[in-house]
């Protein structure tokens, strides 16, 4: 029997104390799964994602200046960004959530979950790291991060991509085709004021605080987001479960959909806190990292 396509997420623009958001949502069964992109994406590039965990309710939005959010009058730091999407939260009337962060959107996620600790139940971290405190990917590839370039040609994104992100779209060129058909381009203000949110950033001095159950993955081949990175947060993070997508690269999360989704749907799906640990460690079949 052919599988019923994916529920398609509503976009609309949510006005958060002067504040326009554009927020993706789509209903469905669950805790709602809040994902926070990467730097300069627009929601749709991990429309895959989304629908690789068909039936569950998300919500996405596209940070200010990133996608279709204009650019707001002044930059923010994480702890900003946090405060602003616990206020579209509120708007949007969802009390509890689970989170999902990649990449840049990681740390955003580590933030939201120490400073609204009562509003998150769970934690997805992905091709992330603990900020400032990390160790850093191939300098070629980073080089690159620091401007929306890849963004705004696409002929550059296909040049590129490989030894920006490494895995799947070095081995398999032709998948950024796709990708870069989903990206609106980001305007620079915007970008610019990601890196800013981020600069001097650490979560390392207190990841230890983080009482969330946490699944933690990384792709082997990362050239921006080295898998060490993942096992730091680990070793910090009390309750979690480490998971290394062998071969992986940098857009795991989206090129290795067979493989995560079901991974990261038993895990926010679990019945209780320890039987999530559990569940994504049976999946991989890994001994937990020691801490």
Known sequence: MKKPAAQAPRIEFVDVDGVMLRVATREGRGVPLLVFNGIGANLEVVFPFIEALAGREIVIFDMPGIGGSP??????????IAALTSRLLDR?????????GVSWGGAVAQQFARQYRTRVRRLVLAATSAGAIMVPGRPSALLKMTTPRRYLSPTYMQQAA????????REQPDLIAAHTARIIPPRVLGYLYQLYAGMG???????HRLKQPTLIMAGSDDPLVPPVN????????????????????????????AEIGPVIGEFLDAPDAAAAIATAERKRGQAPFPT
């Open 201 to 207: 950033w650490t979560s390392i001095h207190w990841l």
């Open 230 to 257: 993942a096992r730091i947060l680990s070793m910090c993070i009390p309750n979690n479960r480490l998971y290394i997508v062998a071969g992986g690269g940098h857009l795991f999360m989206l090129h290795r959909l």
């Open 92 to 100: 949007l009337g969802y009390r509890e959530v689970d989170v999902a």
């Open 162 to 169: 490989g030894e920006i992100y490494g895995g799947e779209v």
């Open 71 to 80: 650019v707001s009058l002044v930059p923010r730091r994480f702890s900003g």
